[in-house]
């Protein structure tokens, strides 16, 4: 049985590229083989703007600012709530802000599809439990994950990356 991962465009301000969902779920996919994840999985992902992600950051982390990616992890410590209509494991929603990641994609000079492949694999650690902000070990392993898993899907990194928020 494979993964479900849904997608939804809440926002207007930028087009999505055709190929993007698929881009998604291949990441979304890739990052569950890497893991090992005893699937199937269910992942949501939704495209909002700066304003609404804005929101979200204030509502959810305290933090009054628009920002790249927020992840909404619904498992705890390795144990999901299972979906009875698909027997799917939850682990939760993935809010990108597609206006942040055109504007880091023209920053980085790569095309918003690496950008957005990027964010979201970077979202599902957060899923499975990995968290860069408790120490910097965790944030090079994150980071090493990452890089693997984009090489993996033949997006090789071309800059690094480096967050101003800390």
Do not use: W
């Not at 890739?30 to 979200?56: C, K, M, N, Y």
């Not at 965790?138 to 480096?162: D, N």
């Amino acid at each position: 049985m494979s993964n479900k991962v849904l997608i939804t465009n809440s926002q207007t301000s930028v087009k999505v590229p055709s190929g993007l969902r698929i881009l998604i779920r291949r990441s979304c996919n890739a990052v569950l083989e890497f893991e090992g994840f005893e699937g199937p999985a269910e992942i949501s992902v939704t495209f909002v703007d700066d304003d609404r992600i804005h929101e979200l950051n204030r509502q959810y982390r305290g933090k009054d600012a628009p920002t790249d990616v927020l992840s909404f992890p619904m498992g705890q410590e390795g144990s999901y709530d299972i979906d009875e209509d698909n027997g799917c494991k939850i682990l939760g929603d993935i809010v990108i802000s597609m206006e942040r990641a055109m504007e880091q994609a023209e920053l980085y000079g790569h095309p918003l599809q690496r950008e957005v492949a990027y964010l979201t694999v970077h979202s599902m650690l957060h899923l499975l439990g990995y968290d860069h902000e408790v120490s910097g070990l965790e944030a090079v392993r994150m980071r090493e994950k990452e890089e693997a898993v984009l090489m993996q899907l033949g997006l090789p990194r071309t800059v690094s990356y480096t967050s101003d928020e800390g």
